[in-house]
DNA sequence: CCCCTCTGTGTAAACGATTACATATTTCGG
DNA sequence: CCGAAATATGTAATCGTTTACACAGAGGGG
């Protein structure tokens, strides 16, 4: 492996010049830095990221730390966020953690001189283990906000987007909408039941016990959720579950017993999966803009990087968007259209 | 940031022995080992391992250098490198990267310093580009394998999935068989075309060149060559997509068409993305261990990594499997059951 | 009792870069 | 023509570790 030392003693300069060359620091002669220049290509002399980060203290990475995450959303917050990196000249190191205590701890400590920054997720919220990271590096967190603590952080607008689903389900004449709630633990959950209530509120109903059922965003729990809320004496006219994969386990149910969709019975999720589009029929849903919330994130972190002094934390939501389709209106046949943007897949 | 250092000084050691109780290395008394462990945890002392690599020029870091995927693939991929490196305490670098010439240089050289090897994938083939990677450093190369070079690397066995497929539908009684192909210059796309016309060939089918259309992997492309075929004088009976997209393409030209599904036409596709089994009919495909597919590439580098000298380069295959859904035979409607292994997404 | 081995510890040289400071040469105003 | 300022380059310290080597004291065999 070619070394500094090396291309110096090649071109007969000290390391120092060929240092200022290649970085464009200090006064340098044209010539010497035209010799310098060929040695180096010559020599094929790539500079040891590892060794300038030592001296200059910066590695120009973000350490990213994730749970256990499926899909799309994987994908696409990843890719947000490396957009925005590599716009800025950073790299991401990558680390799917548990998001207990001991996982999150052992992945920062693994960071340590390896990244500048992190960005971490970690939606099951365990309020310990997040708040005495021992960090003493920037850290933005997603999904997942410890209300009221000093520390950056980007959200979902969970509560908004389920109120405004729930408001539509209204506008549509439904009294009795359910709601099928994720985990009890989960931070998004949490939000998404309290707009689901909120909205039911604004519209002058009464909230009812019986229409609140427990799910942990499975397709199964959304399924047998839906078997129990048929089963009910007093029927809802529309299920709202706090995800689409639940939604979808409803749609199975639904199908199964023979329920008119939308005709009987409304159903509506959250995320605007993919698949959401192309269910029978299509399901409405609370679109999420996951690769912009990667972005946001990677913006608010190399902020806090560069500014190290004079960053003020925040606490920022985006927004997201409804998406109407056949499940919750019988509007004339939405076939999903060839799809020109994404469907581009590798294979 | 406290350093091993400080840890020294507040124990009345010198830096060696800190370092030796810390990484179990060296002889010392079990009395200095209890003092230094205490005091470390005092001051929370946490190694810094850009300083650590820089000596024992180990990152234990894996770069990953993908081009630009959407959803499942990149996903899954990722899902399985992460586990073999975590499993052997590597982490992951990962960069998008453009599949040419420039872009793949650019991003070797940003990793150098940084990574113990790297796992690179760029499926539109530029031999070019792939092939004098300036590289010192182990290196997979994955899904795009210029053939008989002595490098590593890791593919779907595609010719055999495809050529399975294919005999899947002449045994079902098909003798015009359409292929919608990927773009030119994609490795998956030309050994899928391999494996359709080894199919036909064995069958003793004479190839048809009507029978194939070009495509480019996207859903559009699959519905205006499903129109194209459709409007042939002589129709074919089935029709092979060489991905999935393309297949979900083909689907809504012919549902527009009014076309019968698989009575008129059957229709397979390849990968087995998640949305296959939701179509409508449920849609036939080749399956792709992709989690597998990364898990065994990681696997290859670090064998390379730690063997470096006698690693016998190889050039290695994943299988695929076959997936038989209504699409391809009119079986007993097949609905999909409630999705209780991977359904759980995170939001 | 001497020498050798073993144990426990410290000193200092790496690793590959950046950069403050020193030095030598040139330029130029007065 | 002198001294200051500007230009070009080199020397060496530094970043936070690991580790080869040196050394001191203890224990043991001959």
Same mark, same amino acid.
Request: hydrophobic share 45%; glycine share 4%; charged share 20%.
């Given at each position: 492996m070619v070394t500094i030392k090396d291309v110096a003693r090649e071109a007969n300069v000290s390391v120092a010049t060929v240092s200022r060359v290649l970085n464009g620091s200090g006064p340098v002669s044209d010539e010497t830095k035209k010799l310098i220049r060929e040695v180096a290509g010559r020599m094929r002399y790539v500079p040891h990221s590892g060794a300038r980060s030592l001296i200059t203290s910066k590695t120009e990475t973000i350490g990213v730390l994730l749970p256990d995450l499926y899909g799309e959303f994987f994908s696409e917050v990843i890719r947000g966020m490396d957009d925005t990196a590599q716009k800025n000249g950073f790299h991401l190191l990558i680390s799917r953690a548990y998001a207990d205590r001991h996982g999150i701890e052992t992945a920062m400590k693994a960071m340590r001189g390896r990244v500048d920054g992190v960005v971490?997720?970690?939606?099951?919220?365990?309020?310990?283990?997040?708040?005495?990271?021992?960090?003493?590096?920037?850290?933005?967190?997603?999904?997942?906000?410890?209300?009221?603590y000093?520390?950056?952080?980007?959200?979902? #607008?969970?509560?908004?987007?389920?109120?405004?689903?729930?408001? #539509?389900?209204?506008s549509?004449? #439904?009294?009795?909408?359910?709601?099928?709630k994720g985990s009890a633990r989960n931070y998004d959950a949490a939000e998404r039941l309290r707009g689901y209530r909120t909205a039911l509120k604004d519209a002058g109903i009464a909230p009812d016990?019986?229409?609140?059922r427990d799910g942990d965003f499975t397709e199964a729990a959304g399924y047998s959720a839906a078997l129990e809320l048929l089963a009910l004496a007093d029927r809802p006219t529309a299920i709202f579950a706090a995800n689409d994969s639940m939604a979808i386990g409803v749609l199975s149910a639904l199908r199964e017993s023979g329920v008119d969709i939308p005709g009987e019975m409304a159903v509506a999720g959250f995320d605007d999966i993919p698949l959401a589009r192309y269910m029978d029929?299509?399901?409405s849903s609370v679109h999420v803009p996951i690769c912009e919330l990667g972005a946001r994130a990677v913006e608010m972190l190399l902020h806090g990087i560069t500014h190290k002094n004079d960053h003020q934390r925040r606490r920022e939501r985006v927004s997201t968007e409804l998406v109407i389709r056949r499940s919750t209106s019988a509007m004339p046949a939405e076939r999903p259209p060839p799809n020109l943007s994404r469907a581009k897949s590798p294979l």
């Open positions: 971490a997720m970690s939606p099951d919220l365990d309020e310990e283990s997040l708040l005495n990271l021992p960090s003493t590096i920037p850290v933005v967190l997603l999904c997942s906000v410890p209300r009221g000093d520390i950056d952080s980007l959200t979902i #607008h969970n509560s908004r987007g389920a109120r405004e689903m729930v408001a #539509h389900l209204v549509l004449g #439904h009294r009795r909408i359910a709601i099928i016990p019986a229409l609140e029929p299509p399901l």
